[in-house]
């Protein structure tokens, strides 16, 4: 098996710059073998990683090198394969605990009959944090450590007591449902200037409700009459309780589809900006069509460019629901 170790030295006494290099071969799944020396499974992403990382510490006034060494000693494979998973374990179970406590939080308050507005959008938020942890864990598990599969069980398991506390609570008023067929080859109306949930449920409804749609984007005093609003204040295809009106819509039109569930996720961490799913790509997401929308300046170029953007995303949740 092939190994990569970077061996660096880092000539500052300055403690940021060093905790900074911890922190990054933290993140890319490196473990200390020796004194000042990482090591990571060989492969192409995980060379850049290291090339990257050498060139920061070098940046810093340091030393850096990475080797690659084949090892044809298979208890040393092991060993090397035992540190890693180790390493993995620690922070399964670290994790495992934190999803423990959530549970805990959430068998009191259904026991107390407390389930308030503010502390399931606060548990939602913790376990969906759990699950972004879970995920950036998984991604650097190389060689599978023993805890991965029950604490992806637990924070399942997890989730599924947070739906049940959802159901001890007041629901929100759910909105009235429609039949696709009869919105067919309508307009609809927006604010102009459109950013993130209003271009995203454009893009719904051409993709998934209106094939034939035509869009006006005005100012909120111009809308016409005679146009079907959404994402304005005050009409029913909009913002309702917690929901953006992407949300709004998926329901209205009782939309089932995973991929665009997490598409929904992603839009609403953005618009709501209470990361109540904490999607990793929404930083990404909004920076994109905050500047798309600030270079055109033209609201139908912002959604033909937008909706590619969006049919590459969208292909890519759904394959990597398939995966799952």
């Given at each position: 098996m092939k190994w990569l170790f970077l061996v660096h030295q880092i000539k500052t006494l300055n403690s940021r710059e060093r905790v900074k290099v911890w922190r990054l071969t933290k993140k890319v799944g490196a473990v200390l073998y020796r004194n000042s020396v990482y090591v990571l499974p060989d492969g192409k992403e995980r060379?850049?990683?290291?090339?990257?990382?050498?060139?920061?510490?070098?940046?810093?006034?340091?030393?850096?090198?990475?080797?690659?060494?084949?090892?044809?000693?298979?208890?040393?494979?092991?060993?090397?394969?035992?540190?890693?998973?180790?390493?993995?374990?620690?922070?399964?179970?670290?994790?495992?605990?934190?999803?423990e406590k959530v549970s805990q939080r959430i068998h009191r308050a259904i026991d107390e009959g407390q389930v308030s507005e503010s502390l399931r959008k606060s548990l939602s938020k913790e376990i969906a944090h759990l699950e972004l942890t879970f995920f950036e864990i998984e991604k650097i598990d190389f060689f599978g450590a023993p805890s991965k599969r029950k604490v992806r069980t637990l924070i399942g398991r997890t989730k599924e007591e947070?739906?049940?506390?959802?159901?001890?609570?007041?629901?929100?008023?759910?909105?009235?449902?429609?039949?696709?067929?009869?919105?067919?080859?309508?307009?609809?109306?927006?604010?102009?200037?459109?950013?993130?949930?209003?271009?995203?449920?454009?893009?719904?409804?051409?993709?998934?409700?209106?094939?034939?749609?035509?869009?006006?984007?005005?100012?909120?005093s111009q809308l016409p009459k005679n146009a079907i609003p959404f994402d304005v204040f005050g009409v029913e295809f909009s913002h309702h309780g917690e929901d953006c009106t992407f949300e709004t819509l998926l329901k209205s039109f009782r939309i089932k589809d995973k991929a665009l569930n997490s598409l929904a996720q992603i839009i609403h961490d953005i618009d709501m900006k209470d990361h109540k799913f904490e999607r990793p790509e929404a930083a990404g997401v909004d920076i994109v069509v905050r500047s798309l929308s600030d270079s055109m300046q033209d609201d139908h170029k912002v959604l033909a460019v937008g909706s590619v953007m969006l049919d590459a995303l969208y292909s890519r949740l759904a394959k990597e629901k398939v995966k799952q």
């Open positions: 060379n850049e990683d290291f090339q990257w990382l050498c060139q920061q510490i070098r940046d810093c006034q340091g030393e850096a090198s990475v080797f690659v060494s084949a090892s044809n000693d298979q208890k040393e494979n092991r060993t090397l394969k035992a540190l890693f998973n180790r390493t993995r374990e620690f922070e399964y179970q670290a994790l495992g605990k934190l999803a947070m739906e049940s506390a959802d159901a001890t609570a007041t629901p929100s008023p759910a909105p009235a449902h429609h039949d696709r067929k009869m919105f067919r080859r309508q307009t609809w109306v927006t604010r102009k200037n459109i950013h993130i949930d209003r271009l995203c449920s454009a893009w719904l409804i051409h993709k998934f409700i209106d094939p034939e749609a035509k869009f006006i984007f005005a100012a909120e």
